[in-house]
């Protein structure tokens, strides 16, 4: 079984790598490390439990990581994600379904044009092909995990804002892996999954 200890404080980009405009927070690109994680694998995952415990009472209140990726399987992926206060998710549409808890803060949720307020304890369910924004309006970073299914995100991601992940997603530097978008009877025929359970 792996057991993973979300952290309390997660270490912030330092103040040279951050320019401040008064529209928004912009990142120079020299100061994009576009940031993996080699401890997460890249491959398909190993057949054995994954367990995040206290995800909805222990998460940190304040985290300095905008996305970081928890898990990913063959046909979904965990990622913990950050909204700074003020800040947002960007408006955008996925082609894989989405499903957010929310474990911190305040928000607005904009799914197809209707709006709703979102607060920790919250579920949230985007459908693949949905239009959708979440935008902090707390005085607390809006916490929340979220469970893409098939996986959006590289295994390893790991994004310091919201900028270090908007470039990384328009270089390609961010992409779900092959693996990770196959059919469940190719998955089957090539042994990654059988219903004996035995590997």
């Not at 709703?116 to 309006?137: E, I, S």
């Amino acid at each position: 079984m792996l057991k993973f200890a979300i952290p309390r404080t997660i270490p912030r980009l330092s103040a040279k790598a951050i320019t401040s405009t008064p529209a928004r927070r912009t990142i120079s690109r020299s100061a994009i490390h576009y940031a993996k994680d080699p401890k997460m694998s890249s491959g398909p995952p190993k057949h054995e439990m994954v367990y995040f415990p206290n995800m909805t009472a222990a998460l940190p209140s304040e985290s300095g990581e905008f996305r970081r990726v928890l898990w990913t399987g063959l046909y979904s992926q965990v990622v913990l994600m950050t909204v700074p206060v003020g800040g947002d998710i960007g408006d955008e549409v996925h082609t894989v379904d989405q499903a957010l808890t929310f474990t911190s803060g305040t928000g607005k949720a904009t799914i197809n044009g209707k709006d709703q307020d979102v607060k920790a304890g919250d579920l949230m369910v985007v459908p693949a092909g949905t239009q959708h924004q979440f935008v902090n309006t707390g005085p607390t970073p809006l916490i929340l995990y979220t469970i893409y299914s098939p996986a959006e995100h590289n295994p390893q991601t790991v994004h310091q804002t919201k900028e270090e992940g908007d470039e990384e997603e328009e270089n390609g530097k961010d992409e779900a892996p092959d693996w990770s978008r196959k059919p469940k009877a190719e998955n089957e025929k090539a042994g990654l999954v059988n219903t004996s359970g035995k590997y």
